[in-house]
Every structure is written in structure tokens, then in C-alpha cells.
């Protein structure tokens, strides 16, 4: 498993994002996040990009987007403006894609971490593990009960639930200390698409560790 530092010091901001799923064009995922249509939806995404400061850092954690096919996801992470770490999500039409025309001819059938897939944006995997100055980090897509160094002081950033696993939102410990740091837990905690990571420093200060393994 890949592990990378990173400092506070050389970026902007830190933001932590999880499905954008841009082009969802489905009530039940832009209805939950307050938008009366596909379109609102959208052009709030795009503008939540724009947003993005050049010399921000963004955890994406998978699900970019959906349902408006591969060259107009491409074109969605190629304008992202900022230095991306990506992990898989559960869809991946565009990313994948992507993936696939950037990786060497050498390595045709293979998997090779990590692997720039646009400009500014790099996949890692499936999972990463993250440190932040002393901030420690478990990154993946699907919220995992055991992860790695949990018993050592790293918490888990993870996403898909949408906000529907209540016990891993900001206001829950039930299930220690992992964040479902989807857009709809985002904007309903700060108005954005992203959590800022000392946000998360302090949601993740406020919940309990976990008592489902001993390790």
C-alpha cells in the first residue's frame, strides 16, 4: 500500500472530497443535495472546481462521475486545477478510461500506482494511506470497521454512502473514528463540495476510536 506525506506548509488548502458524481442526472442524488434539477446540479459542481485554488491539494475518494460518458468525465477531471490524489470509486467510467490511455504499452494488463490520468490529477488505487504533518490518514473509497494503524492513532476518510450510513457522518462515532466525506455531508457541514482537512481534524477529535478489533 502506497503511504505519502504531505505538509500543510506547501499547499493552499488540504481538501477532502468524496463523489462528485458529475452528470448524475437521477432526483434521488441531486434532489438529497438540494437541487431541483441535472443541470443545477452540475453547474454547482463546476463551480465548486473553479473554487479549487491552483496551489490547493484534493483528496478525491472516488465517483467522480456518471451517466454522461467516458470524454466528458476526462474532460471533468482535466479541469480540475489542482494537484488531485484519486482512489477508485464503484464508478468508474472516464477515470478508468483514463487510466487506460496513460498507462505505459509495457504495462498493458497490469495495474501501476501511482499513475497520472490528467494534468494535475494522480490515481493511487484503491486505498492510500496519507500523512498530514502528524495527521494520519486512511484513504479509501468504501467505509472499512478495520483499517490500517486504526489502533495507532490513524483515522479512515472514505466515502459512497452519500450520507445514508449515519454512523460514519460528522455528528456520529458509532463506528470510531471514519468520515464519509461525500458531498452531501460537505455541503450540509459547510456549504462546499469539500471538507477542509483541519475540519476533519477536529470532526475526527470528537469521536470515539473504535472497539470492533483489538489490533
Same mark, same amino acid.
Given at each position: 500500500?502506497?503511504?505519502?506525506?504531505?505538509?500543510?506548509? @506547501?499547499?493552499?488548502?488540504?481538501?477532502?472530497n468524496?463523489?462528485f458524481h458529475?452528470?448524475?442526472?437521477?432526483?434521488?442524488?441531486?434532489?438529497?443535495?438540494g437541487?431541483?434539477?441535472?443541470?443545477?446540479h452540475a453547474?454547482?459542481?463546476?463551480?465548486?472546481?473553479?473554487?479549487?485554488?491552483?496551489?490547493?491539494?484534493?483528496?478525491?475518494?472516488?465517483?467522480?462521475?456518471?451517466?454522461?460518458?467516458?470524454?466528458?468525465?476526462?474532460?471533468?477531471?482535466?479541469?480540475?486545477?489542482?494537484?488531485?490524489?484519486?482512489?477508485?470509486g464503484?464508478?468508474?467510467?472516464?477515470?478508468?478510461?483514463?487510466?487506460?490511455?496513460?498507462?505505459?504499452?509495457?504495462?498493458?494488463?497490469m495495474?501501476?500506482?501511482?499513475?497520472?490520468?490528467?494534468?494535475n490529477?494522480?490515481?493511487?488505487?484503491?486505498?492510500?494511506?496519507l500523512?498530514? @504533518?502528524?495527521?494520519?490518514?486512511?484513504?479509501?473509497?468504501?467505509?472499512?470497521?478495520?483499517?490500517?494503524?486504526?489502533?495507532?492513532?490513524r483515522?479512515?476518510l472514505c466515502?459512497?454512502?452519500?450520507?445514508?450510513?449515519?454512523?460514519i457522518?460528522?455528528?456520529?462515532?458509532?463506528?470510531?473514528?471514519?468520515?464519509?466525506?461525500?458531498?452531501?455531508n460537505?455541503?450540509?457541514?459547510?456549504?462546499?463540495?469539500?471538507?477542509?482537512? @483541519?475540519?476533519?481534524?477536529?470532526?475526527?477529535?470528537?469521536?470515539?476510536?473504535?472497539?470492533?478489533?483489538?489490533?
Amino acid at each position: 500500500m502506497l503511504k505519502i506525506k504531505k505538509y500543510r506548509r @506547501d499547499y493552499n488548502k488540504i481538501k477532502i472530497n468524496s463523489d462528485f458524481h458529475y452528470g448524475h442526472d437521477r432526483d434521488f442524488l441531486y434532489g438529497p443535495r438540494g437541487f431541483s434539477n441535472g443541470k443545477e446540479h452540475a453547474d454547482w459542481i463546476d463551480s465548486q472546481i473553479e473554487s479549487l485554488d491552483p496551489n490547493d491539494l484534493l483528496i478525491c475518494l472516488g465517483d467522480v462521475g456518471l451517466g454522461i460518458g467516458p470524454v466528458s468525465i476526462i474532460d471533468f477531471i482535466n479541469r480540475i486545477p489542482c494537484e488531485t490524489l484519486m482512489v477508485w470509486g464503484n464508478h468508474n467510467s472516464g477515470v478508468y478510461q483514463s487510466y487506460k490511455n496513460n498507462l505505459p504499452n509495457s504495462f498493458a494488463g497490469m495495474e501501476v500506482y501511482p499513475l497520472k490520468i490528467a494534468k494535475n490529477v494522480t490515481m493511487i488505487g484503491e486505498s492510500f494511506l496519507l500523512d498530514v @504533518d502528524h495527521d494520519r490518514f486512511f484513504c479509501t473509497h468504501m467505509a472499512p470497521l478495520i483499517f490500517h494503524d486504526q489502533n495507532r492513532g490513524r483515522v479512515c476518510l472514505c466515502g459512497h454512502s452519500h450520507g445514508n450510513l449515519k454512523q460514519i457522518n460528522p455528528d456520529s462515532d458509532d463506528f470510531g473514528k471514519i468520515l464519509d466525506c461525500g458531498v452531501e455531508n460537505a455541503k450540509q457541514y459547510n456549504g462546499t463540495a469539500f471538507f477542509d482537512i @483541519d475540519e476533519i481534524v477536529n470532526i475526527m477529535s470528537k469521536k470515539m476510536p473504535s472497539s470492533f478489533d483489538h489490533h
